[in-house]
């Protein structure tokens, strides 16, 4: 079995019974192979054997804690719910294979599960073979509305008719399942943008939020995933797919890092309830194996 990044970090202290340049190097290694990103890691590193040094730190318990705290300063989380007695607009994005419609069905399935009634699912891929079908099955399973057109018609319709189909039972939240065509990056960027101004007309203020779903297992790829999306509509929120404290989970700490983008949620399997809060500290005990 393939060994978890924690168990690597204890192996390195392991076998080094001093900590010099040769430990430092193999740490940055260790970082970088953890998908923190080369120029991240090597800051970072360097960073902690300053103060290392400065602070006269030579013990793996003291140094993985400093090690901690350096990282946890790059990783961002927030707490995403809809407001309460107010039009809710939630724009999904990611690229196809990143389990962006699973997403959005397990999202809705936690808040109706919270209580929030009126929910309603917006099939903006309308390009996909199958993704408005995909979304009706989640729909059906989970017991919530799903607004879908044809294919091929026009996302933004879509979005607008799921918004008055929320207005019109009282408040509530629209999460808008939309395309991830990257190679064509001019039309998608486009394409974002209307959906983009729809959605803002459609919520009350502070109530639109645009989150993106990336493959945690994918590291360096899905910043620059995320990076495209910000560029083309600037994005509040990151959900990361396929987690498991085994995972190359470090493109948290470059999302933080490179970009300030916080993560809102993680999903750990392919089941309705598998999704949970995302939580820092416990992401970077995970990542370190503390």
């Known amino acids: 079995m393939k ?29 970088v192979e953890g998908d923190i990103g ?3 890691s090597f800051e970072i590193v360097d960073e902690l054997e300053k103060i290392c040094k400065q602070e006269k730190i030579t013990s793996q318990e003291e140094i993985l804690q400093k090690l901690k705290q350096l990282l946890l300063q790059n990783v961002y989380s927030i707490d995403l719910q809809p407001t309460k007695d107010k039009q809710n607009v939630w724009m999904v994005l ?3 294979g990143v389990g962006k419609t699973t997403t959005v069905a397990k999202m809705a399935n936690m808040f109706k599960n919270q209580g929030l009634e009126n929910v309603v699912l917006a099939s903006a891929d309308t390009f996909r073979a199958a993704a408005i079908e995909q979304l009706e099955m989640h729909g059906n399973n989970i017991g919530v ?17 799921a918004a008055d189909a929320v207005k019109a039972k009282g408040p509530g939240l629209v999460l808008a399942d939309t395309a991830g065509r990257l190679h064509n990056k001019e039309n998608l960027v486009r394409e974002l943008q209307k959906i983009d101004r729809t959605c803002s007309q459609k919520a009350d203020e502070g109530c639109y939020k645009k989150i993106i779903v990336i493959d945690s297992t994918t590291g360096q790829n899905a910043l620059r995933q995320v990076e495209v999306f910000n560029e083309a509509i600037k994005v509040d929120a990151v959900i990361m797919t396929k987690y498991d404290s085994t995972a190359k989970g470090g493109v948290a700490i470059s999302l933080g890092r490179e970009m300030k983008i916080p993560v809102a949620f993680v999903c750990t399997g392919e089941k309705y309830p598998d999704i949970n809060v995302f939580n820092a500290e416990k992401y970077i005990d995970e990542f370190l194996g503390l």
């Open 3 to 31: 060994k978890s990044f924690g168990e690597k970090f204890k192996s390195l202290f392991a076998k080094k019974d001093k900590i010099n340049e040769e430990f430092y190097e193999d740490l940055t290694d260790i970082l």
């Open 94 to 96: 990611g690229v196809n």
């Open 145 to 161: 509305r799903v607004v879908s057109h044809q294919h091929g018609s026009d996302p933004s319709a879509v979005v607008f008719d």
């Open 38 to 40: 080369a120029k991240a």
